[in-house]
């Protein structure tokens, strides 16, 4: 990349808001001055040019983070980066689709009983990473699902991501690259037609304004039915905008805001009945060999997931030399969630005198037009996150002596705030039980409404951190980090007392609102990682190494509880996982193709054990689990016309200490296959024809357990095959077609923690899409 030019400039103090010179000072930076006047060590590496475009291809080369100051060749840790040429090329509107592309990672968890995840319910490397999803380096927060139109690149981080982020899942962390504004003038847009009423469009304008100011305009509408299951829907639309200014000059301006605005059908899934692993319960023998139709929608018209997500992004870079550069970005976040999902549980029960009472029940037990199951698990749900952060960064290099030392530091304030209020059906009415195997939404009978069952939970954080990469020669590289974060977090909730699982009501009256203690949790914690990593030429790297991360009470949902069996109880040690890797990268075909090999193993402690109780009778935090594993991966081209993205990892978990997880008994981890396996390869013909295809592969999986009698313990395994053809008719215009699950395979994608319900995979589909490039 061309390095950036040196220029005289006043002190960035005038520049920068007045926060950020506070926090300038508060690091120390009172020699910037001096540096900003001083030529750079003439063994020193020049920083890479900010205003970088759009990744053509599979491969990227680095991260977008200024923590991380080398190429992914020469970062001693597994890192996947899944460019938006990929992901574009494959049809994927959502993160989750895009990130089918990293093996292992995907959402295999539906929930717990009655309550179904929702939005972006990420599991990786056996744990739940739905609390350590970002966008451009700052955490994004709400269960939502997120689009990914306005996107260039993901970034999936695995390993303990903590000295980066500060706190986060055990296994890693996942980072959204937003599009910029540049200087290159430019209109693209995508119009999309599939399979069960798919439609979408997207726009991407670029207008350059003067020689150092551009906005860029990004823009999304999708009004779509979800392939293969009755009346779930996803409606949304949303605009991002871009504006920059100084673009070419040693002081940069950039303002990105953006708002989503979703009216979605959630979808509860279906029953398990008649799946490998289901044996029948009493009075629901004749179900044997009959499962439902997976197409079946259980819930009702009055089912919603109605979402909103605004955010407003103020970037400046200032370069004081080729050497030298100082960031700061502030924040302001939001999204606000209003949901209704029908949920059921496919439970059979024989009463007393021999007839159904459980959950399904039937008229004639030999006629299955008969059988009904009740909806009777709404879950309800009025969520607001809000977010205000300010994240001041200064990456310098610079030697000492014969060591060039490649050095990020920075700052960082955040505050995290989570409001639920709460809602309850209201007295006496239900909705009315659905046919099993056909079963109707225009139904009526249920009423809900708002019960003063609130809850409030903030987390305040200040963190330092400090990055540097120590050059001894061209071969050797020492990567070290350190973050220290200090949390406060508050919550407060009430609770509706009397009923099903409230509180007794003393001498109030049944439904009265009676407030819970305020909880508070407040800790500083210490996260870092170590690195090496030898070049053997320019081709080959290998390294080691080893990182702890740490997650405080109440670190991934701002929840905080007085129980003794939850980790989110502020009594409680933070979860600390650590980490060791080795690895090696290779670098094929003149940088075109890169082939990445890692083994891992990461601990996780302070668990929950409920088998070692203290002298109180409680569960104490002796409990350990265990992920180790290898995975390998490969990205780029083959040849000029031959492109490749493959990835396999093979996992094994288990509990080290405390009771098993795992429904069928075993020590395994759950909702995590052993084997997965990803790939995509596409070749472009000379007549402006490019075909390709992938497969997906992921192992069996076991589920959790909690007490469900009769339903599957485990999903099994499936094997997907896409493939894609697309023509460029001209300069401006091609014409592609997806297709999915080619060979029309039904298999489990998700499966709640009882066995009772599971999410079925998308049919075979197809969607015709029209690219144009002005």
Not at 684 to 694: I, S
């Amino acid at each position: 990349m061309t390095p950036i030019k040196s220029r005289k400039h006043p002190s960035p103090f005038r520049t920068l808001p007045l926060a950020s010179a506070r926090l300038a000072a508060g690091l120390g930076f009172a020699v910037l001055p001096v540096l900003a006047h001083a030529e750079a060590p003439d063994n020193a590496r020049t920083l890479d040019k900010v205003d970088v475009h759009a990744i053509a291809g599979y491969k990227a080369d680095k991260l977008s983070s200024p923590k991380f100051t080398q190429s992914l060749q020469d970062t001693p840790q597994t890192i996947q980066v899944i460019t938006s040429d990929l992901f574009n090329q494959q049809g994927a509107t959502t993160l989750t689709e895009a990130l089918r592309n990293s093996p292992g990672v995907g959402t295999f968890y539906v929930g717990e009983n009655g309550n179904t995840a929702t939005g972006d319910s990420l599991y990786m490397r056996g744990f739940d990473t739905s609390s350590s999803l970002f966008v451009d380096g700052v955490r994004d927060l709400g269960s939502i699902s997120r689009d990914v139109f306005n996107t260039d690149q993901v970034e999936i981080t695995k390993g303990p991501a903590g000295t980066d982020n500060g706190r986060s899942a055990p296994t890693g962390a996942i980072n959204m690259v937003s599009k910029q504004a540049n200087l290159h003038d430019a209109v693209a847009a995508s119009a999309s037609l599939g399979s069960d009423q798919q439609r979408r469009a997207t726009a991407d304008w670029n207008q350059t304004l003067g020689t150092t100011s551009a906005l860029r305009l990004n823009a999304m509408w999708q009004d779509s039915d979800q392939p293969g299951r009755d009346h779930v829907a996803n409606k949304r639309w949303g605009i991002a905008p871009s504006l920059a200014f100084g673009l070419g000059t040693n002081t940069r301006y950039v303002l990105n805001l953006l708002y989503v605005d979703q009216d979605n059908v959630p979808d509860g899934g279906v029953p398990t009945l008649g799946l490998p692993g289901w044996t029948p319960q009493p009075t629901l023998e004749n179900l044997a060999g009959h499962p439902v139709d997976p197409e079946n929608f259980y819930g009702t018209r009055a089912d919603h997931d109605e979402v909103t997500a605004k955010m407003a992004t103020f970037r400046i870079e200032h370069d004081f030399n080729d050497a030298v550069r100082l960031t700061n970005t502030a924040r302001w976040g939001r999204t606000e969630q209003d949901y209704l999902l029908t949920a059921f549980m496919g439970t059979g029960v024989r009463g007393t005198d021999g007839a159904p009472t459980g959950n399904i029940r039937y008229s004639d037990r030999n006629d299955l037009s008969t059988y009904s199951i009740a909806r009777s698990l709404p879950t309800l749900k009025d969520q607001r996150n809000t977010l205000l952060t300010d994240q001041l960064n200064l990456r310098a290099d610079f030697s000492t002596g014969r060591i060039v030392h490649n050095l990020s530091t920075g700052l960082e304030f955040t505050r995290e705030e989570m409001d639920s209020f709460g809602q309850a059906v209201t007295a006496g009415s239900a909705w009315p039980a659905a046919s099993l195997y056909d079963p109707d939404w225009n139904v009526g009978g249920l009423d809900w409404a708002h019960n003063g069952a609130d809850a409030h939970g903030k987390t305040t954080t200040s963190s330092l951190y400090v990055f540097d990469t120590l050059h001894f020669g061209d071969s050797f590289l020492l990567t070290a980090g350190v973050r220290a974060d200090h949390y406060d977090t508050d919550y407060a909730s009430s609770v509706v007392c009397g009923g099903r699982g409230g509180p007794d009501c003393g001498s109030n009256p049944a439904g009265t609102v009676l407030r819970n203690p305020t909880l508070e949790a407040s800790d500083t914690l210490l996260n870092w990682k170590l690195g090496a990593l030898y070049k053997v030429g320019d081709a080959v790297s290998v390294y080691a190494n080893y990182a702890l991360s740490q997650q405080p009470p109440g670190g991934s949902n701002f929840a905080l509880s007085s129980s003794a069996s939850s980790l989110d109880n502020p009594r409680l040690d933070p979860q600390e996982a650590r980490t060791f890797e080795v690895g090696s990268k290779w670098a094929f075909l003149d940088d075109a193709l890169a082939v990445n090999l890692a083994l891992f193993q990461t601990d996780v402690e302070n668990e929950i054990n409920t088998q070692v109780l203290d002298d109180a009778g409680n569960p104490t935090q002796t409990g350990s689990k265990r992920v180790k594993g290898v995975e390998l991966s490969a990205v780029g081209r083959i040849t000029d016309n031959w492109s490749l993205s493959a990835g396999y990892s093979h996992l094994d978990t288990e509990v080290k200490e405390g009771a098993n997880v795992a429904a069928d008994g075993t020590s395994n981890l759950t909702y995590t296959p052993d084997d997965a396996f990803t790939a995509w390869s596409t070749y472009q013909l000379p007549f402006g024809l490019t075909v390709g295809g992938g497969v997906r592969y992921s192992s069996a999986m076991h589920r959790g357990t909690d007490g469900a009698v009769g339903t599957p313990s485990y999903t099994k395994s499936y094997t997907v095959y896409d493939a894609v053809v697309s023509y460029a008719v001209n300069d401006t215009l091609v014409l592609r077609l997806n297709g999915y699950n080619l060979f029309d395979k039904q298999y489990v994608a998700a499966i709640n923690k009882s066995g009772y319900r599971y999410t079925p995979g998308a049919p075979r589909t197809f969607l015709l899409s029209a690219d144009f490039r002005f």
